[in-house]
Each structure stands twice: as C-alpha cells, then as structure tokens.
C-alpha cells in the first residue's frame, strides 16, 4: 500500500509510492480539493495537464447534496467525475467545527480572527455533540456519527477514507479538549469496526495546542490498525498560528506515528507549509489555496504571488512565469496583459486560465521537492527556495 522509496539523510522528509485502487501516487503530494465532486472553473482534462496526482471531496457536502437515497444509489466519485486517479473523502468532522464551535468562537475556516474588527461575528452554533455523535441543525436537523460517516464514504467509493472525528477550536480549553480527545479516540475504533470495503481508513490525530494530548491522541491513533493517519486541527494560515507552532506541534507528533504509513496534514498547503511539513515527514496536502485564489486572481509564480488585476499589469505582454510549464504559460503563452483584462471584465476564462496555472504550480513545486530527496539536496533546496520566495 504505501513504500518508502527513499529517507532523507538529514529530516524525516522521505520519497514514497501510495498504492490505491486508481493507481500509484509519488509522494509528497499535493492534494487538489474538489469540494461537490468538482474543481471548480477546471475540467478532469485540465487537472491532468496540471499533472494532478489526487483529489478529496467532502463527505458532509455530497451527503446533504444527495440525500440519504441518492447516497444509496450513488454510481460513485470516479464515474460521477471521470476521474480514473486516486480520490479522497474526509469524514465531515470539519463541518461539525465549522458549524459548532467556529461560528461561537469567530474562527473563519481560514484563520483564527484575532483582530475583533475584521472577525465574522459570533453566532449561536449549529451543532449538538454528543458521546455517540453529532447533531447538525442545517436547513433540518440530520444525524452524523461514526458508523453514518463511513457508511457515506463507502457508497461515495473514494480509494482513501477518514475516522470520524471531533475537531476543537482553538479556543477551547485544556479540559473540553481532553475530553474531546477521549471521545474522538472512541469514534476512530468505532469507524474502523463499521468498516465493510477495501478502501484505505486513516485515522484522524487532534490534540489541539496541548503537547501531552497531541503526543496521546499520536499514540492512541498511531496504534490502531489503520491503513494512514490524517494531522487534524488546522485554524490558521498554517498548522499552528505561527511557523513556529507549525515546526514544533509536528514535530510532537510524527515521531509517535508509524513509520511505515503514510501521513496526510488536512486542510494545509501554502508554500513554506509544504516544506515543513514534508520535512517533518508528511506525505500528502490538501488546501484550497491554490484553486480558492486563482479564482480571485491570485496568482502564484516562481517570482512571488501577483495579484493579476492591479494596473501595473495592463499593457504587459509577458507571461505569467518564464519558468513555468504549464499550459496557459508555456502552450498558449497567455499574457499578463490578457488575464488582467479576463479578469477586470469578470469573464469566466480568466478563472479557469487562473486555477490551471495554480494547480500546476503547487504540483509542480512538489515534483521539485521529490527531486530534491531523491538527489539528497532537500534541506539547501528549501532554503533557497523560501529565502527567494517573499510569502
């Protein structure tokens, strides 16, 4: 299921293959998110000329989609989409957060809002969780729990599933998350005895900020027979509220984790993410970032991020990147001139030209990183490359 090809002499970054039921995945990876059974603005042809390895798609959303009945005659992912590669599905524990303790707290699903006057507003939670499961009280009130979850991802077919889990806030305190702990920890056991298919289960490990519960939830997860593990409880830009939180709530918990599994860090890919986590050990990403802000003309190059609508790019006939080689840069030779244009007309192009570049990047910089293990340069590459990147 999931080789090391080869470890890193000098961090816990290492070269593997992931065997699915859709073929071989090259890891590190990056994880393209495909929310409804979509990427939106790009087609299963452009996200293969990306050079796209994986997709995840979100139970919760697809289940309140479908409904119960479509779930049952659902043809599944692969077929609905026309994807023939590796797909995941997480377990709509997110959504549980989002609904609940997010919108009490004021945490965005981006961030943690520490500045009151640009924070959403605080809102009365949506959700009700119980020992056995949650209740969720969006348009009607619908049941999620262990059992509900897999039984979902399993009509839904994806070849990588998750545990269902409790996710906290970064505002709840010691004791609501060792409880959470504990009960997250029961869901996972319970999530691999409703387990029927052949599809690969990965628990989810949470924790919080708290080393103690972070390094037990590690233990707990890390020693179920699971098939992989996710690193849940991502708030913020990146996986702690600072790159330092980052480094050193990684570095608690990979060492407790299997060597021989593949780990996945869940909802989690800007760039210097990417390079820490994988020097942490992490073998799969997922995140938004790089579909979510293309559509908003964001665009990422090897010469920093350009936000395509500004003046300065009216009248520019270059590229977006000379280095880049994906098809809107190197094939078509799109303009920065002509995005600009696409975009302050609001034609639909410009987001689709927008997210095939985006997508390419980020899985073009994780060949880069593979390249690097493999000819044992991963620690100077990384440095170069965030010293040069301005993000």
């Not at 939670?125 to 729990?145: K, Q």
């Not at 073998?283 to 559509?295: I, Y």
């Not at 790019?313 to 303009?335: F, M």
Request: aromatic share 10%.
């Amino acid at each position: 299921m999931f080789r090391i090809i080869k470890q890193d002499p000098y961090s816990r970054a290492r070269l593997g293959l992931l065997e699915t039921n859709h073929g071989v995945v090259e890891t590190p990876a990056y994880t393209i998110v495909g929310t409804h059974a979509e990427v939106r603005a790009m087609s299963v042809g452009d996200l293969m000329k990306a050079k796209t390895q994986l997709l995840i798609v979100n139970t919760y959303h697809m289940w309140r989609k479908l409904g119960d009945d479509g779930v049952r005659n659902f043809s599944g992912l692969h077929k609905a989409m026309g994807w023939e590669k590796t797909i995941m599905t997480d377990s709509g524990g997110f959504q549980v957060f989002s609904m609940g303790a997010a919108r009490e707290h004021r945490v965005s699903k981006t961030g943690i809002n520490r500045n009151n006057n640009s924070a959403p507003s605080a809102d009365k939670s949506l959700v009700t969780i119980t020992e056995e499961g949650a209740f969720i009280r969006d348009c009607g009130e619908v049941y999620l729990d262990a059992e509900k979850s897999i039984a979902i991802q399993e009509r839904l077919g994806a070849d990588i599933i998750y545990a269902f889990d409790e996710c906290t806030s970064p505002y709840h305190d010691y004791e609501y998350t060792k409880a959470s702990l504990v009960r997250t920890h029961r869901w996972a056991e319970r999530s691999l005895k409703a387990k029927t298919s052949d599809q690969l289960l990965y628990g989810i490990v949470q924790g919080g900020s708290f080393e103690d519960l972070r390094k037990e939830s590690a233990h707990v997860i890390g020693s179920l027979p699971f098939d992989g593990f996710g690193i849940g409880g991502a708030f913020s830009d990146s996986f702690g509220s600072t790159m330092t939180e980052t480094i050193r709530e990684l570095d608690w918990v990979m060492p407790l984790l299997p060597e021989n599994k593949p780990r996945h860090l869940l909802g989690i890919g800007r760039i210097r993410d990417l390079f820490y986590g994988v020097q942490a050990g992490i073998d799969t990403f997922d995140c938004v970032v790089p579909t979510r802000e293309a559509r908003h003309a964001l665009l990422w190059t090897n010469q920093g991020k350009v936000d395509i609508r500004k003046g300065i790019y009216a009248g520019d006939q270059t590229v977006l990147d000379i280095e880049c080689g994906c098809p809107v840069c190197k094939a078509e030779r799109v303009t920065k001139d002509a995005l600009h244009h696409l975009f302050k007309s609001k034609d639909p192009e410009a987001g689709h030209l927008a997210s095939i570049h985006n997508v390419y990047f980020f899985n073009d910089l994780m060949r880069q990183i593979r390249e690097a293990i493999t000819k044992e340069r991963f620690p100077a590459f990384k440095e170069t490359y965030l010293r040069a990147y301005p993000l």
